[in-house]
């Protein structure tokens, strides 16, 4: 079993910045991708970004890429995700999860393990 903890999730004004952190626990050698979805009422959940360990290969969501950058820290088996010129339509909760699998994968199936997510408000 791999644990997820998510923290930073905060309100913020459009334009701003912030960073989430993700910090996993337990059985983390079989946590071989992790990722960061984001959720809102009466949707599915949305890919936002993901990182290889193994390579530190990334991909992001088309709705992310260029204001949103992942990274990992394996010493400290955490993952961020910086978030820059935040618009209104990222308010959401945002949840880590993490994968058993060497393929990254771009869809919530693909991955084993949870986080309980943390909410992330940009006001406009």
């Known amino acids: 079993q791999v644990q997820l903890v998510e923290s930073g999730g905060t309100l913020v004004q459009a334009g701003g910045s912030l960073r989430l952190s993700c910090a996993a626990s337990?059985?983390?050698?079989?946590?071989?991708?992790m990722a960061w979805f984001r959720q809102v009422p009466g949707n599915d959940r949305e890919f936002v970004a993901a990182?290889?360990?193994?390579?530190?290969?990334?991909h992001y969501g088309d709705s992310v890429k260029g204001r949103f950058t992942v990274a990992g820290d394996k010493a400290k088996n955490t993952v961020y995700l910086q978030m820059n010129s935040l618009k209104s339509d990222d308010t959401a909760v945002y949840f880590c999860?993490?994968?058993?699998?060497?393929?990254?994968?771009?869809?919530?199936?693909?991955?084993?393990?949870w986080g309980q997510g943390t909410q992330v408000t940009v006001s406009s």
């Open positions: 990182i290889r360990w193994a390579d530190s290969n990334t």
């Open positions: 337990g059985h983390t050698d079989s946590a071989y991708t």
């Open positions: 999860a993490a994968s058993s699998s060497i393929v990254v994968w771009t869809t919530a199936p693909g991955y084993n393990y």
